[in-house]
């Protein structure tokens, strides 16, 4: 028997304000999505769990961590025998906490699309694109750097901000797809002068692409001929935005 398991997993479910039921009504959808019946976690099951400090299998270890965020070192001390000290999960973060990001997955992703070097250099004079990373980044991600004569984002993307792009969705999105500015697809794309980043819009003929700017900036809008003088490099996915000192 696990030393302390059961109270260890009461207080992550606890931190996520989940229900035993609730708990198994999403373990039951993840054994659907994974296509495997393993998965699934019957509340009285997990309650007994809880109350009397019994072993899990692998599966059933697997998703209960996928649901509560644990991390492989969280995953590890549950497994712990009884001779050592019970796992402490007092970092489970809920789903709307703010974290600092001082260690673990998150932290990693961060820095591999987000190095120093990138937020301690001077904003560019021109938008650009950095060459392609396959080693830290995946192959369909790229990233942007926001010159000082790109004021199109202004100012809600400043210069010297840092944009993750998507190379795989090219598409401009129409009306009916956003709501709001802050829904609205932000693209980085590329034109014989140089890179641009903006709200975009394709005429009903596709034959003509607006680059349109932010209502707060001072630019005004730019046409090109779509697909000839001006091409979709991809959609943004993360923003890095500097504030101004």
């Known amino acids: 028997m696990m030393e302390g398991i059961g109270a260890q997993l009461h207080a992550a479910r606890a931190r996520w304000g989940l229900t035993l039921r609730e708990v198994e009504e999403r373990s039951n959808l993840l054994a659907q999505q994974w296509g495997n019946p393993s998965f699934k ?3 009285s099951w997990l309650d007994r769990v ?6 899990l299998s692998a599966a059933k270890l697997i ?8 991390t492989p070192d969280q995953m590890l001390g549950l497994c712990q025998g009884p001779s050592e000290s019970p ?13 600092l990001l001082l260690q673990g997955p998150l932290e990693h992703h961060a820095r591999l699309w987000l190095p120093d070097t990138l937020v301690t250099d001077q904003p560019p004079e021109d938008t650009f694109l950095l060459p392609s990373d396959q080693t830290t980044l995946p192959s369909h991600y790229r990233r942007g750097v926001i010159g ?25 999105a129409g009306r009916k797809d956003w709501n709001n500015e802050f829904d609205r697809p932000i693209y980085f794309l590329f034109t014989r002068t140089g890179y ?11 034959e003509w692409l607006t680059l349109v700017p932010h209502n707060l900036s ?4 730019k046409r090109w001929k779509y697909r000839k003088e001006i091409e ?3 959609m943004v996915a993360g923003v890095f935005t500097r504030r101004v000192a």
């Open 50 to 55: 809880e109350r009397e400090n019994r072993e």
């Open 196 to 206: 641009v980043c903006g709200f975009c819009e394709v005429d009903k003929k596709a």
């Open 232 to 234: 979709v490099v991809g």
């Open 63 to 70: 998703v209960l961590a996928y649901i509560y965020g644990l």
């Open 148 to 172: 000082r004569r790109d004021r199109t984002m202004e100012p809600m993307i400043r210069a010297g901000s840092i944009v993750l792009i998507d190379i795989q969705k090219r598409a401009i």
């Open 87 to 99: 796992a402490q999960l007092e970092q489970i973060s809920s789903p709307n906490s703010t974290q």
């Open 218 to 221: 001072y630019e005004t809008n």
């Open 41 to 43: 976690i019957s509340a």
